[in-house]
């Protein structure tokens, strides 16, 4: 299970760059359409063999609509965030900040969680701010209008790992996550904009990187994330997100000459630490 969460951080690592460049090709909404379509035809074989008719009921629907809502609106963020401001450094920002808003929510909801967790999700923050460098530039530049969807991205995220944790309960995984892609593509298709997709503008370039950002980070990532709250809880996976941000920082300082500074290592460093330490029994 850890071998295949690590494997999926790194599809969300480099996911961000991905998003930055198919924002090149097609809207937002186009993107969010054809991404979760393409997620939940791939998710299928997996479940074909399953009657999925017995999960539309009230009981597990009361969780993966909403689940499915949530998923839009990050999408919807995700890729304005990407747009409009760095890919890495929204990386950080959400994966920094999505641990602390599920450990609020469980908090209360639970009011059941030990000290080291608490202390790993503190060691990670702390990771994520070096990376952002807000020790020298200011805790300002983390609500800057250009990462604003970020922010949001954050919140959104750590509603949605909360409510999987306990719609998985009476829904198996991966039943649970075709639904919600199966929805989410349903969501997403009033404020599709065919008309402004033209074919011949998409090249290999744009299959490329948006096979990796939705087979990829959703299909295999996303699913596998979802699989794996229930069985570690949505603390700790929520804390695998940490190894995200030196992924994403990397893979955009390649592909996109964003800069790496010793910060950014430092941070990246402690944040991976942050995960060893929460899952050490």
């Known amino acids: 299970m850890n071998f295949f969460m690590a494997l999926a951080m790194f599809s969300w690592g480099v996911a961000w760059t991905n998003a930055k460049i198919v924002n090149e090709y097609l809207s937002f909404n186009n993107l969010i359409f054809f991404r979760f379509l393409i997620g939940f035809i791939s998710i299928y074989p997996l479940i074909i063999k399953n009657d999925i008719k017995k999960y539309f009921k009230f009981k597990n629907l009361k969780f993966i609509i909403p689940c499915s809502i949530l998923f839009y609106i990050y999408n919807l963020f995700f890729f304005m965030g990407t747009h409009y ?11 920094s900040l999505n641990p602390i808003f599920t450990f609020f929510i469980m908090t209360v909801i639970v009011k059941k969680i030990n000290l080291k967790e608490i202390f790993g999700i503190t060691i990670g ?11 020298n530039e200011g805790f300002s530049t983390i609500f800057d209008i250009n990462n604003i969807f970020f922010l949001l991205c954050a919140i959104t995220w750590g509603i949605n790992t909360v409510i999987t944790n306990f719609g998985q309960k009476d829904t ?10 199966f929805f989410t ?16 503008d998409l090249d290999l370039k744009f299959y490329f990187n948006f096979m990796i950002v939705s087979l990829g980070a959703m299909s295999f990532g996303t699913s596998m994330y979802l699989y794996a709250t229930p069985k570690l809880g949505p603390i700790k996976a929520s804390a695998y997100i940490f190894s995200v941000p030196f992924i994403a920082l990397v893979t955009a300082n390649i592909f996109l000459n964003e800069p790496i500074t010793l910060n950014i290592i430092i941070g990246g460093l402690i944040s991976l630490s942050a995960v060893y330490l929460i899952n050490k029994k």
Do not use: D, R, W
């Open 125 to 135: 923050l702390l990771g994520g701010l070096i990376i952002m460098n807000v020790f």
């Open 185 to 200: 593509t349903i969501i997403s298709f009033p404020f599709t904009e065919f008309q402004l997709i033209n074919l011949k």
């Open 172 to 181: 198996p995984p991966f039943h649970f996550i075709f639904l919600c892609y």
């Open 85 to 95: 401001s760095y890919a890495g450094k929204g990386a950080v920002l959400v994966t």
